[in-house]
């Protein structure tokens, strides 16, 4: 059966384990009481703008996080970058039409072209094609930071991509229907089918992920606005492309050889499951905090470093109030103490997943631009960017230095390129700067 994927003992027996894990979680979610609206709401927020910008990035675009979100409130960028806005904005309407309308939204060719207009909406240069099956040959290909092109896979044909789109429309909503596919197996295998016809002339690529959160959500999978599938795809692109790659050729032999896509997609599931566990830990352990504590955690955030002279002054409380409620927050691994006891200051803790890593050590939101850039920038650039979060230019040469050895030069192109050091420091941030928005 095409729809079952070929998997081989430790394949088979970790595909069980993550379907079980997920599905657990997924009616988990459902019995969920304690989140709050406005909680939800920034959780979804928080998605678009990743999944946007991860989606967009995964094809070559280069706006970072914060450009996306000034995107999506309807500002600009810089003009050099309109196709990468227009490609944002796009994505973005399309994410939140799938979030609010699933429902209605049943899965056939009609629909599927429809989704695909909104996405390209924002593209004059795409006005043509807009909702229209390609009439030209097209080529899967990889960009990669260097700027090498690679041919992933060839695809269908103009001539045969309706056939085939609506035969495998029609094989997948059958097999929707039946007890004897999981529907994460359907889904898996759609896209992959979907990805190796590649239908539309461009945006197939985005398309296919907008399409696995609509199928995610059509399928009960409910939790999947609060979390973004995007980002774990582009923290992973290389295992991404590979096990597409790998998946189309087998399948050329044998239309259930879909099974390394299958496990990607399944420990994507994972990552962003696990991830929005993380944000669920946090929500519940901040509902537990009384009044006093998260006036006291502001005010910390805030500042970076307070004594608690300067707390029980700020709220007008007693000493031995403020250092009460501290202690609490301490045990709780959301404040850290530091230095003796008179001279003693208060921050946020580096093991709390809320904290947010404060562009003063300068290269934590710098060196997560040039990973979201593709992990190397031009020396100009990098000057600009520098300079756009407020530090001396002069600090590009100390984050080239022996000591931080966070970038090292590129002795071709004199770009500057990240450190295995740099991008561990880059990921760690974007990790946590994602958790303490919400």
Known sequence: ME??????????????????????????????????????????????????????????????????????????????????????????????IIFENHREITFDENHIKQLHKILLSHSAKDEAHRGEYKKQENHVEARHP?????????????????????????????????????????????????LAIHPFKDGNGRLSRALTTLLLLRSGYDYVPYSSLERVVEENKAAYYASLRESQTAMLADPSGFGAWFLFLLRALQAQKKNLEAKLEVEQLMLQLTGVQQQLLQLI??????????????????????????????????????????????????SSPMLIQHPASPNAAILAEILQRGGRIGRGELIRVVKRYGYDPRVVGSMHGRRL??????????????????????????FTARLSRL
């Open 146 to 194: 260097d700027g090498r092109v690679e041919v992933i896979f060839r695809t269908a044909s103009p001539f045969d991509t309706p056939r085939l789109m609506a035969e495998q429309v029609q094989k997948t909503a059958a097999a929707f229907e039946s007890d004897e596919v999981h529907p994460l197996a359907a889904i898996a295998r759609f896209i992959v089918a979907f």
């Open 405 to 430: 050895a966070h970038l090292r030069r590129d002795r071709k192109t004199g770009d500057s390129v990240l450190t295995a050091r740099g991008q561990e420091i880059a990921e760690q941030h974007l």
């Open 301 to 350: 955030e805030q500042r970076e470093r307070v004594t608690t002279t300067f707390l029980a002054t700020e709220l007008q409380m007693p000493l031995r109030t403020v250092r009460y409620h501290l202690d609490v927050l301490v045990a709780q691994r959301l404040v850290e103490p530091r230095g003796e006891k008179r001279g003693r200051v208060y921050t946020r803790s580096v």
């Open 3 to 96: 729809f079952a994927p070929r998997l081989e003992g430790k394949q088979l027996s970790e595909a069980m384990r993550l379907i079980g894990e997920i599905d657990v979680f997924k009616g988990h979610w459902h019995k969920l009481q304690e989140i709050r609206p406005e909680k939800l709401a920034q959780l979804r927020r928080v998605t678009t703008i990743e999944s946007a910008g991860s989606s967009t990035r995964i094809e070559g675009a280069e706006l970072s996080d914060q450009e996306v979100a000034r995107v999506l409130e309807g500002l600009s960028v810089e003009s050099f970058r309109a196709r990468d806005e227009s490609e944002v904005r796009g994505y973005g309407e399309l994410l939140q």
